[in-house]
């Protein structure tokens, strides 16, 4: 992902001062969209399972899972040490095996301390991940409207899956549902079908939904 943030040619700042409809040609804009688009689709991707990590470890059961790992951990060192046992004939006595035991649960007890501590750091990284995604949405909205909004609302009415067959299948489905979502939000723009509710879904189910409703979703213009 950072690789394709240094390399771009226009930086976030040039895109929000510059007049692009004058300064770059078409092609330009949509490989620059085009770039910003997987930028954000990783992001959003990230920031999923960040926020499906945070659930697992510290949401309303996370107490329940913490309890069932720790119990794991003992289950996995005790079968390693029967397995060095039986191959390496390495035979410990009661007290290093209770030693050993004793521990694992200070390394458990002390994880466990530091709870809070690790929410937060999780906390900021998805807070850092929501307004990165924010950021790049907002630059592909400017990108897109002197590319990718004039071309559908010339070529309006149309399905998605003829604007995707138009763009040769550049853009991930739910990245152009997104961005037409701005223009539906400025009136701009009409959709024939409900909007699905995609919001809550990963990035990569949203795609799978939107093309099985692709050829139904028609967007018209108002301009």
Same mark, same amino acid.
């Given at each position: 992902?950072?690789?394709?943030l240094n390399?771009d040619?226009l930086i976030a700042k040039?895109?929000?001062n510059?007049? #692009? ?5 078409s092609?330009d804009?949509y490989q ?8 954000w ?7 999923i399972e ?6 697992f470890?510290?949401?309303?059961n996370s107490l329940?899972m913490?309890?069932?790992?720790? #119990?794991?951990?003992?289950v996995?060192v005790?079968?390693a040490l ?7 004939n390495?035979?410990l006595? /009661?007290w290093?095996?209770?030693s #050993?035991f004793?521990l694992?649960s200070?390394l458990?007890?002390s994880a466990f =301390?530091a709870?809070?501590?690790l929410? $937060?750091?999780?906390q900021?990284k998805?807070?850092?991940?929501e307004l ?6 907002n ?5 897109a409207e +002197?590319s990718l909004? &004039? +071309?559908?609302?010339?070529k309006a &009415?149309? /399905?998605?899956?003829?604007?995707? +067959? ?9 990245s152009?549902?997104c961005l037409?979502q701005?223009?539906? /939000?400025?009136?701009r ?7 699905l509710e995609?919001?809550v879904? &990963?990035p990569d189910?949203?795609? =799978?939904e939107?093309h099985?409703? =692709?050829d $139904?979703i028609?967007y018209?213009?108002?301009?």
């Open positions: 992902m950072s690789s394709v390399n040619d040039d895109i929000k510059k007049n #692009l409809n004058t300064d770059l040609k092609a804009l620059l969209l085009k770039e910003r688009e997987q930028c689709w990783q992001v959003k991707e990230q920031l960040r926020q499906e990590k945070k659930v470890w510290f949401g309303e329940i913490w309890l069932v790992w720790q #119990l794991v951990g003992y996995v005790a079968m029967m397995l060095l046992n039986n191959m390496l390495i035979s006595t /009661s290093q095996y209770i #050993l004793v694992q200070i458990y007890i =301390a709870k809070g501590r929410e $937060n750091k999780l900021r998805i807070d850092k991940d990165m995604s924010e950021e790049m949405l630059e592909m909205v400017i990108l +002197d909004y &004039p +071309d559908v609302h010339a &009415p149309i /399905s998605l899956a003829q604007l995707d +067959d138009y763009l040769k299948g550049q853009f991930h489905l739910a152009l549902q037409l701005k223009e539906i /939000s400025a009136g723009l009409i959709m024939t079908q409900t909007a995609l919001g879904l &990963p189910l949203a795609d =799978a939107l099985e409703h =692709a $139904n028609i018209k213009s108002t301009l």
